[in-house]
Antibody, heavy 121, light 108 residues
Framework: QLQLQESGPGLVKPSETLSLTCSVSGGSISTSNYYWGWIRQPPGKGLEWIGS???????YYNPSLKSRVTISVDTSKNRFSLKLSSVTAADTAVYYC?????????????WGQGTLVTVSS | EIVLTQSPATLSLSPGERATLSCRASQSVSSYLAWYQQKPGQAPRLLIYDASNRATGIPARFSGSGSGTDFTLTISSLEPEDFAVYYCQQRSDWPPITFGQGTRLEIK
């Protein structure tokens, strides 16, 4: 059974860089069948797609965050990572990593449990 | 960017009743729309993909319909575990992938 697990600091200071890692187990990240993505959810609000990465390293970002986001993949460790720079309180959210299949069902079919990141001094 | 608008924001129903949730896209997404269910403290769960296909393990009481700009998620007879927040998401024109703002289905 595929499992995704987010990890990283739960508290980040304003203007600093948020860094999270998603470790994938029960399956290989090095497959052409999937994108690997990050989605966030501010407390009490809806879902926002941050970006996705293909195992080859091709990245796709939300234009609203593109100037601050970097997503990378480490196939040797079967994990991918998110960096979000110059954070503010508006970046406080639960951050999820998820798998999106290229082919049915085409959407985010496996998710991590999510990790709350709070931006505060 | 394609904007998805869900209605109603909150739907109050009783177990056993039929639920009808709506998602409208700002431009055509063909059939490239999914529905997710999210319970408190949990990640979203994929229910329906490409407008009308149930994801693996999803009960038959969940069905989806629509194409173009107007979509519907129907729960034929509500079970207690169905009370949650539901989101639609499009993959027609990305980036960005976009989600609707959600419909909260609450017990009446």
């Amino acid at each position: 059974q595929l499992q995704l697990q987010e990890s990283g600091p739960g508290l980040v200071k304003p203007s600093e860089t948020l860094s999270l890692t998603c470790s994938v187990s029960g399956g290989s990240i090095s497959t052409s069948n999937y994108y690997w993505g990050w989605i966030r959810q501010p407390p009490g609000k809806g879902l926002e797609w941050i970006g996705s990465i293909f195992y080859s390293g091709n990245t796709y970002y939300n234009p609203s965050l593109k100037s601050r986001v970097t997503i990378s993949v480490d196939t040797s460790k079967n994990r991918f990572s998110l960096k979000l720079s110059s954070v503010t309180a508006a970046d406080t959210a639960v951050y999820y990593c998820a798998r999106r299949r290229i082919g049915p069902p085409y959407y985010f079919d496996y998710w991590g449990q999510g990790t709350l990141v709070t931006v505060s001094s | 960017e394609i904007v998805l608008t869900q209605s109603p924001a909150t739907l109050s129903l009783s177990p056993g009743e039929r639920a009808t949730l709506s998602c409208r896209a700002s431009q055509s997404v063909s059939s490239y729309l999914a529905w997710y269910q999210q319970k408190p403290g949990q990640a979203p769960r994929l229910l329906i993909y490409d407008a009308s296909n149930r994801a693996t393990g999803i009960p038959a009481r969940f069905s989806g319909s629509g194409s173009g700009t107007d979509f519907t998620l129907t729960i034929s007879s509500l079970e207690p575990e169905d009370f949650a927040v539901y989101y639609c998401q499009q993959r027609s024109d990305w980036p960005p992938i976009t989600f609707g703002q959600g419909t909260r289905l609450e017990i009446k």
